[in-house]
């Protein structure tokens, strides 16, 4: 094996061993996409082709999917589906064949935009309140400071449901019961404890040197603060940012709890969108799919601070 | 990032001149405090406050949806119950279960991934990005659309693996068996998860200099003795790290399981939140579901400091 | 390529629709689970909205949820819902912690008599504490767990003389548990059609109350009873007779025997899809979905319907609810101008004939009622002998026990149905302690 590697550097791997790296990979990568290209799909079934057996690969694309996931229907009787006027475009088309008009819009989208307002709400919130934390924490003496640091992580300890019990009763007493700002309050609680832990790691790597050179320049603590140390810790806060935004993005437990309907995020009302007898597969998958896009293209953008950031920033070259 | 620059710059001139001059006066030891004191306070209301009524709650036998019954104390009751009902042990026993096999197979395969990954061969980036989506999606709609892959008959799952093995697709229920449940859900988790883990060990396994192995190859050290004596050694700490995160958040498991299994068959995937979540929020044992939310936390919490202790000495090899 | 676009178009008008219709003046949201009845509600609402300018907002939550989520916004005092369409089992609850509106004064005021309903519904859906005339909700959608077949096979002539060759009598609805088991045993992996079928789609749901609501329709008939003294909470001997064992090995057997792949976890909708797809010759579902099914495309003109088989008593697994005012409503006048209006005898014959279960006896006593539909005697017939579960404030732990015992003993074959039963009796009799009872 070293005798082939001679023409690269000694730690460069071999050609072969690439080879082989890249074929288990991008093995493991397909393996791994099976179960996504399925949900994918499903989105562009009928409900009767989603639930056939054996299951269908080869099928027609049909947009009842994503007509579902955006209406509600109701079932008509023949009579009256003639004497409505022509069908409006193709979700109407789609409806009408299964005997159905469209009676309104559906919840998913006001659930949609409920979560990106709570879940980039509270990241930013989160991100915020942390970088300044995580500031103070690595640049000043605060009395019982590694108390006060195991103290914050320790919060993100609690299993959820626990912690949604005396929070659903706060809630309940203030006020802030299905709301958004209690779930934006929650989530930014809930993160900001990864998110001074994190930003730390990354701040504590910025050398003081900068600022203390900027505050010789003239620069007051905070003017240093704002212009030296926060563009140097921009990877760690895309990488922050990346982190809590999954969480809150995604998080049911709380959402489920805590909210019934008008601060309702999309994750739990996805697993209930039901069709005429069990669950609306295609709905489902569409709506999966389209629920999928705003926190992969968010984290494709900035997936270079990915990896620094997974590890507390303790990656040090 | 030269917009985080351009956003700190318009912070910094948008300080009007009074505040700017107030804050120009202030101490390190005041900013500190400024910088320290919104997180601080975030906590006291959204986690100790409840936290420390929670405690409370435990020694009473209030119900939440009871607010007519007079609230008397119980003392250790809860407590007393709760440790000595084999309902609880065999939920704990679930869980355990859960958590060690979910962290076994995404350490193995996520370890294997990254080791491959840091093959570096062409694409790897893209690839590791593809391997990353799972980790992207709602537990809860994960949990869900798994229901749906391995329905006997109509899912996908049982399909492929009838594809490899040819047993009949309806001939095994993964979720309906007391033997396979437990799998199933281990199955999604590391589905899920595995490549959250393979972020960490690749991050760990790029923390290692490249002089180790030039120096190795000088001493003619075997690829397999290098493997064996500089990567795992060195990366070994960042393994350590993907455990405690995985352990931790998967003792906290609720969303994924709750929607895939519900618990079931019988109380075969019950896990501890689920049991925590029917007592608290279906039965509204407000009580006795605090006083399990606190030992739960205890446990963790325990585990959790030992486990850091242990890492902390690793680290220091 | 112009489709995807006409679509893309038709859901950007539906997305610029959905903020609309705020900011009016009278607002009511009714609150119900999300299935074809509640559609019919949102048809017929639309005449109320007519008569009276108050616009009506639903809010329909699927099944499995339906109790967690209403139950929680309910305990929450949250202001989503004015009026309930609650299941039967809240009403203890509901009525001790005031989350519904007490409707005596309301109904004598209107002159809305609760002997105008059936009474088995007033009962079950209406009163608390059990029996007096203490009103909590006017009963709105009856309901009992039924049976739906396929009534082309059970009519193929090749295989009623096979039957009536095995088992001596003409294959027909069963008329007992016992037939129903042979009757599924006998239709267990047949071929028909050139697909493989199944005997029976029963309930085998976890997490909600599916696995209770399936197990009791066969231990009613078998005659289990909650408590030997009704308020005595005596259940040693009720919950665990002889009897009950009995009825609760038979539910297992047709378990074990005669139910498709997979349907571990199934309760209504999945019975559905099963019975839809032509898998199954039977299926247990409630009443509720029988109109739908009626008018389903493919097996509507081929489904027959019968009322739960009876063993040594008749009796079905009661459904249905009733129509309630949350406490905490902004708009009392509303919410009670609806009930009104709902309880008008016009208004109820239109119910019955979009697919909601009436409960007004001038529908129910009506002459012609019986043939309206396909499953009208059978309701009648089912609403004559239905049992309810527990109905107390802490009927969710009690629900919660139940489901863990079944569930253990059906699908997870832990124990003997002897054990399992007699485990439910520890369990409730515990809640029952925790709650002063006994």
Redesign the interface.
């Known amino acids: 094996?070293?005798g082939a590697s001679t023409a690269h550097?000694?730690?460069e791997?071999s050609a072969t061993?690439?080879?082989?790296?890249?074929f288990?990979?991008?093995l493991?990568?397909v393996v791994?996409?099976?179960?996504?290209a399925?949900?994918f799909a499903?989105a562009w079934k009928t409900p009767p082709d989603?639930?056939?057996?054996?299951?269908k690969i080869v099928f027609d694309p049909s947009l009842e999917g994503y007509c579902n996931l955006f209406t509600t229907r109701t079932r008509q009787t023949d009579e009256y589906i003639e004497s409505l006027g022509p069908p409006q475009g193709a979700c109407e088309e789609v409806t009408r064949k299964r005997e159905m008009v469209i009676a309104g819009p559906s919840n998913y989208i006001p659930r949609f935009i409920n979560s990106l307002i709570i879940a980039f709400g509270s990241t930013f919130l989160a991100v915020s309140?942390?970088v300044?934390?995580a500031?103070?924490?690595s640049?000043?003496?605060?009395p019982l400071k590694d108390d006060?640091l195991f103290?914050?992580l320790?919060?993100?300890?609690?299993?959820?449901?626990?912690?949604?019990?005396?929070?659903?009763?706060?809630y309940?007493e203030v006020g802030l019961s299905d709301s958004a700002l209690g779930m934006v309050?929650?989530y930014?609680?809930v993160n900001?404890?990864l998110a001074?832990w994190l930003l730390k790691g990354f701040i504590d790597e910025i050398p003081r040197e900068y600022e203390e050179a900027a505050m010789i320049d003239g620069y007051?603590?905070?003017?240093a603060f704002?212009?030296v140390v926060?563009?140097q810790a921009?990877?760690g806060?895309?990488a922050t940012s990346i982190f809590c935004l999954?969480f809150a993005?995604?998080?049911?437990?709380f959402a489920?709890?805590l909210t019934s309907g008008q601060a309702q995020t999309?994750?739990?009302f996805?697993?209930t969108i039901i069709g005429e007898g069990g669950?609306d597969?295609p709905a489902?998958?569409a709506g999966?799919t389209l629920?999928?896009i705003p926190?992969?293209v968010f984290?494709?953008l900035l997936?270079k601070h990915?990896?620094?950031g997974?590890?507390?920033g303790?990656?040090?070259? | 990032?030269p917009d985080?620059?351009a956003?700190?710059?318009r912070?910094?001139s948008a300080?009007p001149p009074s505040v700017?001059r107030a804050?120009?006066g202030?101490s390190?030891?005041s900013?500190?405090?400024?910088?320290?004191a919104?997180?601080?306070v975030?906590?006291l209301?959204?986690?100790?406050?409840?936290?420390i009524?929670?405690i409370h709650?435990s020694f009473t036998?209030y119900a939440?949806?009871?607010?007519?019954r007079p609230v008397v104390n119980v003392g250790l009751k809860w407590y007393q119950d709760i440790l000595s009902s084999p309902?609880v042990w065999a939920a704990m026993q679930a869980t355990a279960h859960f958590v060690f096999w979910t962290i076994f197979f995404q350490t193995l395969?996520g370890f294997t991934?990254a080791y491959?990954?840091d093959?570096?061969?062409?694409?790897?980036a893209f690839?590791?990005?593809?391997?990353?989506?799972?980790?992207?999606?709602?537990?809860?709609?994960v949990?869900?659309?798994?229901k749906?892959?391995y329905?006997?008959?109509?899912?996908?799952f049982n399909?492929?693996v009838s594809f490899f093995t040819g047993l009949p697709?309806?001939?095994f229920?993964m979720?309906?068996?007391?033997t396979l449940a437990p799998w199933a859900i281990v199955i999604v988790d590391t589905?899920m998860w595995?490549?959250?883990v393979m972020?960490?060990c690749?991050?760990?396994l790029?923390?290692i200099?490249?002089y180790i192995?030039?120096a190795a190859?000088v001493d003619r050290a075997s690829?397999w003795r290098q493997f064996w004596s500089i990567t795992l050694p060195m990366a070994l700490p960042?393994i350590m790290?993907a455990v405690l995160f995985r352990g931790?958040e998967n003792?906290?498991m609720?969303?994924m399981v709750?929607?895939l299994?519900?618990?079931?068959?019988?109380?075969?995937t019950e896990l501890?939140?689920i049991t925590?979540?029917?007592q608290?929020?279906?039965?509204?044992?407000?009580g006795y579901?605090?006083a399990?939310?606190?030992i739960?936390?205890v446990v963790?919490?325990g585990l959790?400091n030992i486990y850091v202790r242990a890492l902390n000495k690793v680290k220091q090899r | 390529m112009r489709k995807l676009l006409a679509s893309a178009s038709a859901l950007a008008a539906i997305v610029a629709l959905a903020p609309m219709g705020e900011a009016q003046a009278a607002e009511l949201t009714l609150c119900w689970a999300a299935w074809d009845p509640a559609n019919a509600l949102v048809e017929m609402s639309k005449d109320f909205e007519k008569a009276s300018g108050t616009k009506m907002k639903f809010e329909f939550v699927p099944w499995p949820n339906f109790?967690?989520r209403m139950?929680?916004e309910?305990?929450s005092g949250g202001k989503l819902c004015d009026l309930l369409i609650g299941d039967s089992q809240w009403i203890g609850?509901s009525a001790?912690?005031?989350y519904y509106v007490k409707l005596n004064d309301f109904f004598d005021r209107e002159g809305i008599k609760m002997s105008d309903f059936a009474d088995a519904t007033v009962y079950a859906y209406s009163t608390w504490p059990k029996g007096t005339p203490n009103y909590w909700a006017l009963p709105a959608m009856g309901d009992a767990n039924g049976w739906f077949y396929r009534k082309d096979w059970f009519e193929n002539p090749n295989l009623q003389a096979e039957y009536k060759a095995k088992y001596n009598r003409d294959l027909a609805p069963p008329k007992t548990w016992t037939e129903l088991k042979e009757t599924a045993e006998f239709f267990q992996g047949r071929k028909i059609d050139g697909k493989t079928v199944y005997g029976a789609a029963i309930f085998t749901?976890?997490?909600s109350e599916g696995i209770t609501m399936g197990v009791t329709s066969a231990l009613y008939p078998y005659g289990f009873k909650y408590e030997n003294t009704p308020g005595k909470y005596d259940m040693e001997g009720a919950v665990n007779s002889a009897d009950a064992v009995a009825g609760l090995e038979m539910y297992k057997e047709i378990y074990k025997c005669c139910t498709?792949?997979?349907?571990?976890?199934s309760y209504m909708g999945e019975g559905l899809d099963a019975f839809k797809s032509g898998?199954v010759a039977m299926m247990m579902n409630w009443f509720a979905f029988m109109p739908g099914m009626a008018k389903d495309e493919k097996v509507g003109t081929v489904t027959g319907f019968f009322v739960n088989p009876g063993q040594k008593v008749a009796a079905s697994t009661l459904g249905g609810q009733g129509i309630s005012v949350v406490a905490n409503t902004d708009n009392m006048e509303g919410a009670l101008a609806y009930i009104k209006w709902f309880a008008q005898p016009d208004v109820q014959k239109k119910w019955w004939s979009l697919g909601g279960y009436a409960c007004h006896k001038a529908v129910l006593n009506d002459p012609s009622f019986k043939d309206s539909q396909p499953f009208a005697a059978q309701f009648l017939e089912a609403m004559g002998g239905v049992q309810d579960f527990w109905q107390e404030?802490?009927y969710?732990?009690l629900l919660?026990a139940m489901q863990?015992r079944m569930?253990?003993?059906v699908?997870?074959?832990?124990g003997t149905a002897k054990e399992a039963l007699d485990g439910l009796i520890q369990d409730w009799t515990a809640i029952f302690q925790?709650e002063g009872k006994i």
Request: a positive charge; charged letters at 15%.
């Open positions: 094996m070293s550097s000694v730690v791997p061993s690439k080879r082989i790296a890249a288990l990979v991008i493991y990568a791994t996409m099976v179960p996504l399925w949900i499903t989603s639930i056939s057996y054996p299951p309140l942390g300044f934390a500031y103070a924490f640049r000043f003496k605060i006060l103290f914050i320790s919060t993100r300890m609690m299993p959820p449901i626990a912690v949604a019990i005396p929070i659903y009763l706060m309940r309050l929650l930014t609680a900001v404890s001074v007051t603590r905070l003017q704002f212009k926060l563009p921009a990877t806060i895309a999954i993005w995604n998080e049911y437990a489920v709890l999309a994750p739990p996805i697993p669950m597969w489902v998958g999966t629920f999928l926190v992969v984290t494709v997936r990915l990896l620094r997974i590890t507390f303790a990656v040090r070259k | 990032m985080i620059n956003v700190a710059d912070v910094a300080t700017a804050i120009r202030l390190d030891c900013i500190a405090w400024l910088f320290v919104p997180t601080i975030l906590l209301a959204i986690n100790i406050f409840p936290l009524w929670t709650l036998n939440s949806n009871r607010p007519n309902e395969i991934l491959l990954v093959r570096k061969f062409r694409g790897h690839w590791t990005t593809i391997i990353l989506i799972p980790m992207m999606l709602s537990p809860a709609v949990g869900n659309f798994w749906f892959l329905q006997p008959q109509i899912g996908l399909y492929i697709p309806s001939s229920e979720l309906g068996s007391v589905w595995t490549p959250y972020l960490i690749l991050a760990g790029r923390s200099p490249d192995y030039e190859e690829k960042f790290l931790i003792f906290k609720f969303d709750m929607l299994t519900g618990g079931g068959p019988g109380s075969t501890a939140s925590l979540k029917r608290a929020f279906e039965a509204y044992r407000t579901s605090s399990f939310a606190i739960l936390f963790v919490f959790a | 109790a967690d139950l929680n309910l305990n609850g001790e912690n005031g749901e976890r997490a498709p792949p997979g349907y571990t976890d898998q404030p802490a969710a732990s919660q863990k569930h253990d003993y699908v997870a074959d832990k925790e």
